[in-house]
Nanobody, 127 residues
């Protein structure tokens, strides 16, 4: 069982930056691939970024590639999402998720792969 808690969301102007954090409970964090997803009002939950257990491999949605960076600190049981050059269309609730798969590649984009989810943190980007 893994419990996840996101933090770091907020209101930011377009072009600004935010860093999201996701803290995981338990001593087995390094056994899980991690992902970030987001859901805007009235839209389906969509994949943003994924990282493998060791942090060696990462994968991004085209919509965030070059602007967002996913990373993890296994010693701190934490995964991060650094978001730069934010746009109004990035406005959404952001969720972190854990999968027992290694992750961090193109196959790690489907929500059904992930077994554990956080409660989400709101990110609002004003124009």
């Amino acid at each position: 069982q893994v419990q996840l808690a996101e933090s770091g969301g907020g209101l930011v102007q377009a072009g600004g930056s935010l860093r999201l954090s996701c803290a995981a409970s338990g001593r087995t964090f390094s056994r899980y691939g991690m992902g970030w997803f987001r859901q805007a009002p009235g839209k389906e939950r969509e994949f943003a970024a994924a990282i493998s257990r060791s942090g060696t491999n990462t994968y991004y949605a085209d919509s965030v590639k070059g602007r967002f960076t996913i990373s993890r600190a296994n010693a701190k049981n934490t995964v991060y999402l650094q978001m730069n050059s934010l746009k109004p269309e990035d406005t959404a609730v952001y969720y972190c998720a854990a999968t027992p798969q290694d992750g961090g590649t193109s196959y790690a984009t489907g929500p059904s792969l992930y077994s554990y989810w956080g409660q989400g943190t709101q990110v609002t980007v004003s124009s």
